[in-house]
């Protein structure tokens, strides 16, 4: 019996929970919804909107900065290993007769 109440309370929850989304996306605006209604519910989907572009944007400039770190260890890399190279070359020049 607990096992048959349960599942009827789910049912009913997951039907009201369908329900609130429809009514939030605006699947099942009534036919005779008054425009007090509507800028209602625009004004909800404008606050929401305002929420996923501020993650968005936050989410953005995080990877913005970590692109600009990525490229600024590049290029101590790329410096480090030039000089390195010029060594070498240096050291080369240096070790055949009559060149240094």
Known sequence: MKLLADITMLRHERDHLEASVRRQTGEDLPSGATAVELRGL?????????????????????QLDESHHRVHILEEQNSFLGHMILKVLKHNLCTQPAKC
Do not use: Q
């Open 42 to 62: 625009e004004h909800k989907l404008e606050c929401v909107l305002g929420k996923v572009r501020e993650t968005k944007d936050k989410l953005m400039e995080e």
